[in-house]
């Protein structure tokens, strides 16, 4: 097995062929991961030699964390930005103070509603549809090659998504069933 022809080392240069878009296909995803995982799980080469499962091992845990990339729109535009160069830090130096104390509101909001089911639901539904919003723009952006637009947006949407978290994590604490 050679692994050089499944790398971005390759000569062939495959990787150029998969389109570089943020809009994606999750069913095409799931069936091609599915496929991929079914040619290359490190079970199928138990009988293998070393090398081979080596290799197996490698190609396979490539495998699952694109298909997490994938499918986890933030993870997706991220790594977009990275084939364009761009790495957004931890820290919060290309963000406006008007997005901060917004952010700073929304944290707000959060403590005052930890004990209210309605509340939570509610602050729930409202950050979906502000991500979902988010990640509409951020595949106009990128479909339009506006790449600091994109980072902007995705910035954004790094926030919502740390919202996003402590919501789920409130909800399951109160024991929220839905």
């Known amino acids: ?13 495959c990787w150029n062929y998969i389109p570089k878009t943020y809009d994606v296909n999750v ?10 995982q079914k040619l290359l799980h ?3 080469f138990s009988n293998k030699s070393e090398k081979e499962k080596q290799f197996s091992e490698i190609l ?3 495998v699952n964390k694109a ?12 790594y977009m ?12 130096d290309n963000v406006n103070a008007e997005f901060l104390m917004e952010i700073m509101e929304k944290n707000e909001e959060i403590e005052d509603a930890a ?11 409202e950050n979906e549809t502000i991500l979902n919003n988010l990640i509409m723009n951020v595949a106009v952006a990128f479909e339009q090659e506006d790449i600091k637009k994109a980072e902007s ?24 069933i839905e």
């Open 1 to 13: 097995m050679n692994i050089s022809k499944y790398s971005s080392d390759s000569p062939l240069k």
């Open 27 to 36: 069913t095409e995803i799931q069936k091609k991961y599915k496929e991929l």
């Open 42 to 44: 490190p079970d199928k």
């Open 60 to 62: 396979s845990s490539l």
């Open 67 to 78: 298909y997490s990339t994938l499918l986890h729109p933030l993870k997706r535009g991220l």
């Open 81 to 92: 930005l990275e084939l364009n160069g761009i790495t957004i830090s931890e820290g919060t």
């Open 115 to 125: 004990n209210n089911e309605e509340k939570i639901k509610k602050l729930i539904q």
């Open 153 to 176: 947006l995705l910035i954004q949407m790094k926030y919502y998504n740390s919202i996003n978290n402590r919501l789920k994590k409130l909800k399951y604490d109160l024991g929220i």
